[in-house]
Each structure stands twice: as C-alpha cells, then as structure tokens.
C-alpha cells in the first residue's frame, strides 16, 4: 500500500486530483529515502499538511517503528493538534492491521511509554514522535526525520525581521544541532516572505528546482530538491506538473476565476501565498507606490493620446500594450492595457480594438522579435491610428532602473488598475530592483518606454527615427520642476508613514535656506577629500602619491580649509572623477540632505551612478532618496515619533545642541502641524 492509498483508506472522502497524486507520490520517495532534503511550496488550503504532517509521519512510523520524527509548525498547539491527529491514526484498528508493529500507548492505560501532546512513543520500540512549536527546545535522542510545517502563522509574523531571526536562529541551533548523517528534513510551507526560512536556506545552500521524478536519482546527498506548485501555473509544463499555462492547481476547489480575484485584491500577496514568488518590500522597485487617478483629465487638458507596445521576446514572455494620455502639465495617465501571453494571431486584434476604442493618434511598437510585422497587421487593422516601429537597442536593465523613480513621479495608474490588470499589476508592484531577480520585465519595459518616449526629446527622436510623423503633438514641459514643492514633501511624507508637518520641519530647519541646486542648475554637493583618500584605498590605489599634487581634493584626516563651496566644490570633484569616478560620487555628500555618495546602496540605487543621476533630477528625488536613507538606518523611527532629540543626535551628531536643532524641528513642526495639507 502506498502513501496515496494508505490516505485514502484514513480519509474516504478525500478525493485525490492529479496534482495530489504528484504530491503524494514525492512525499512517498522522501518517505522510502529516495531524497534527503526536500522543500515543497503550495498555496494555502490545498491539502499539503494532510500529507505531509498527518499521514505522512504515521506511514513513516509504520514503516520503520524504530525512527525518531519531529513535526515543527508556528505553534505548539498547532505542533500538537497533528501529534494528537497520528495518535488517533494508530488507534485505528485499520493501522495496526497494516502496521502491526507500529502502536501508540492505548489511552487511560498505564505503561513505561509516553502518550502525551508533546509526545508519541512507539511500544516496544525505540521509535518516537516529537511535536515541537517554533523556537521550542528538542531533548534526547537525535532526529531522524525533520517535518517543518508553516512557520509563519500570518503576514504580520513573515515581515517582522525579529521574528525572522529568530526562526533562524533555531533552525540553525537547535533543529541542525539535532540531526546526524542519514537525517532528513522536508519543509512545506505557504511562502509570506522573501527572507524566510527557504528564503534563506536558498540563499546559502544549494538548492535544485525539480522538474521530472528522475532527479531523484542524480540529487546530491547534502542538496536540497525544490517544488513549486503555483496555484494558476505560468511557467512551461513539465513532468512533475504537466498543466497548461493559466490552469489552476486544485480546479475543483479553487478555481481560474477565484485565484485571479484574489490576485485582483492584493497581486503582491498572491504572488508570495499562491504563486510562491515572495518579494521583499524594500527591495521592490516601484512596490505599491503608483500614483492614481479617479477623474482623468478634462479634454482640453488633454495633448496627446498615445500607445507603447512591446512585442513577446519568448514563449514564456507576454506582449504588453498601454494605451495613455498625456495632459499640458507632462502628467502621464495610463487609460488601458493588454497583458497577454496569447499568440500574435489573438492579440493581434485586441490590441487594434484598444486602440480605436480608446482613440488613439500614435502607436509605438518595439520591432525586435517580429514586432514589425505585428505593427503593418495593426496598421491594417486600425489604419485610423499612426503606428511607428523601431528597433530598441538600448539596454534593458539599464533603461529600466534608471528611469525608475521618473516613472513613478510622472505616470498615474487609474484606481481600480489593480483589480482590472491583475498580472500587469502583480508584475509592477513585484518588481525586484535586483534585474536578474525577476522573471519577467514586459509591464516595467513598456512603462519605461513611454516615460523615454514622452519626456525625453532625445530618446523619443532617436525612436522616431525616420518615416515616422509626429502630427498634432504638443511636448510637455521640460525639463520637469527640479524645486521641491509643498505637495511633493506632503506626498513623500505620506509614503514612508511621516506625518507631513513633520517632514516639512525637517526641511525647512535642515535644507531651504540652501536648497538642492547651485544657481547654474547643478546638484549642491561638499566634496569630502578624507572620505576620498579612504575610497581610493579601497579600490587598490595608493592615495599617498597622488596627494602630492592633489592635496586639496585628497587627504587623510578631515580639514576644513579645502572646502570652496557651491561651484568650486564640483571643480573638486570632476578633478577627483578623472582619478576614480565612482570614488569620487561615493565622497561627497548630495542634495537637500546632504547624503554621502558612499551609502548609493542604503538609498536603493543599483550603483553610484545611478545615485548621482537621481540627484541631480530633481529636489524631490533628493528628498526620495534621503529618506529611503532614514528607513534604512531606523532614524525615520525618531521622525515618525517626534523624537525630535534623538532625531536630531543621530541626523545631524552630538554637536546638535549648540545650533538648537531639536529645538528649531519642534518648533517648525508646530507650526505646520496646524497648517491644512494640499494632498488628497
């Protein structure tokens, strides 16, 4: 009897799909041996702790009456309602007629074995079954086989980094500690958080996808084998999951329709919990900051209808088309979508139907895997619109990063976009700023084709190219405000959890009587030469020499005399970029808030390079940037709070007393308290 019918015969009405049968069948190898270290990753409510925590462990016990098993879950109780649950399956007269070897302690009888919540002691045997919460001691004999099921009970508990840790911290020290050569461990689990348990362990050991039952005869003995099962599948079928892209996992229990209103309500949790794709929220790169709109703009503030189209790179890849307006203020307001992974024959004609219904004058479609030719049939679908094709050479990671938090300053998603675009939306928010983290960059690149195309002249000629006639077209303004106005630090409050007045203390205390840019447009910077001198060591270089000729712009210890302020401080640094351009970002200090170059990783840039772009953008994407720099180092905590001593200590140092910095951000702080905001 295997696994699958050994269920079966405990539980009549459970009724075993397709999927469940792979399942079952993978936890019978893990059972027999065949595999030493397996992870499994299922959405919630489709059955796993059935197999793998309840009838799983009896058929082990059955099986070899002489191993020591231990169950971990979240909660003792949880630990101890599966023990509960095996006891009273070897109660059955059914289990001992098919493991007669294998008996729990009758209840109310008096033996030298343990029956207990905790504890299930097989008689006459050394066999035992240990049921443990998370973070809960293991005593006595070493652990053959290790079941860890859910060890996250809610979201709230996946994104508390203590908690984290902590799960950690006894995974390492106490479940490890308890296990010798042939021990096995098999962890299921619902995904919440990018740095979970499997997170982590995916992140120091290695790690196998599996794809096929034969890998269990070629799998490592210290590797661990790892099974995804998406609840509505979109990677390629294989073996071990054979359906079709978009079929649902467990149909008759949770069907196509239902799994994508629940990826409608919250695509960033569906993508964790369903589809086993969780995204750290500090590492996303738009996450759910999109503006939105209810009320799209008036017609005669309307300048341009357009569309930008990106063709399907691969089979796996989808054609993402967007249809938006453009109104007099540059303001981009996304108006309809087509996300699909459909053949060009079916999204051929959606994508022209968008068009019309959306009147739409100009269409741009990327050409370089067979967009030109889905550009004449659109043509000729909707001859109405002015469709344009060019070849995009430029690179994608590049383009996608760098253009990021213009993307989310200038366009507006329409408030209901999450529900309408499910995927489209799910991919956004989940996008890693990590490139080679994501799966998937179709909805990123489009949007940041539109952003090249609408509010860079140089990109949108080059795109244009030849032939292709801009007829009608109103430019938005440029370049964008580069001052930081009130709505901005309302809105940037807003986003990280600030009370506004309190940000707005901060910058007018810390930052407007300088502001962000010199008079002739370049970003306000203070070029340190000791930070310098540190950096070029750093990368191999021997400051030493080059200090001889260089001893304004590279020295040991800090000096104020070198400082030449405004201009003469980026005579400084273009000297120090001909040395060492990064080095030379990295020591100085930027902006409104004067963020050294050297924390470009702390502010979420994927270089120094792309640190100094976005401070030379604008004031507003300098306050982006210093206050992803608050969240990072925990000071936010102090604004948040109006701690405004502590704050002030470690904002501005100890020395912040003799200029009364505390007391000048409380009394800022009063004073706009009682000021009514501008953001909606």
Known sequence: MCLLQFTQSLFPHFEATPFHRRYYALLEAFAEGRVRRLMITLPPQHGKSLGSSVALPAYILGLNPECHVAIASYSASLAQKFNKRIQRIMDLPAYAERFPESAAKPSGRTTTFRRTSELTEIVGHTGDLVAVGREGPLTGNPVDIFIIDDLYKDAMEANSPTVRENCWEWYTSVVRTREHNRSQELIVFTRWHKDDLIGRIMAKERVVELSSMEQLESIGPNDWLHLNLEALKTTPPTPIDPREVGEPLWAERHSAELLREKQRLDPLRFEAMYQGRPSDAAGLLYGDNFQTYTTPPAHDQIVRRGNYTDTADTGDDYLCSVCYTVDIQGDIYIEDVVYSREKMEVTEPLVAEMLTRNSTREALIESNNGGRGFARNIQRLAPEVSIGWFHQSANKESRILSNSSTVLRTIRMPSYWRERWGEFAAHLMGYNRRFRANRWHDAADVLTGIIESECNRTVRKRILGSGFSIRNYVYPKEPRPCRLSERDIEELALSVGVEPAALKAVVEVECSSRGGFLADGRARILFEGHIFWRRLRARGIDPAPLAATQGDIIYPRW???????????????????????????????????????????????????????????????????????????????????????????????????ANRYDSRLEAAYRKFATTPTTAQ
Request: with cysteine; hydrophobic share 35%; glycine share 12%.
């Open 559 to 657: 000096v104020r005399t070198h400082y030449k302020g405004g201009s003469g401080e980026w005579e400084r640094f273009e000297r120090a970029s001909r040395i060492s351009p990064e080095g030379a970002i990295e020591s100085a200090s930027w902006g409104l808030m004067q963020i050294m170059g050297f924390h470009w990783r702390t502010c979420g840039c994927g270089s120094a390079e792309e640190f100094r772009e976005l401070m030379e953008r604008s004031e507003r994407d300098q306050m982006a940037l210093g206050l992803r720099f608050l969240e990072k180092t925990a000071i936010i905590d102090y604004l948040k709070s109006k701690d405004w001593c502590n704050f002030a200590l470690r904002y501005n140092g100890s020395g912040y007393k």
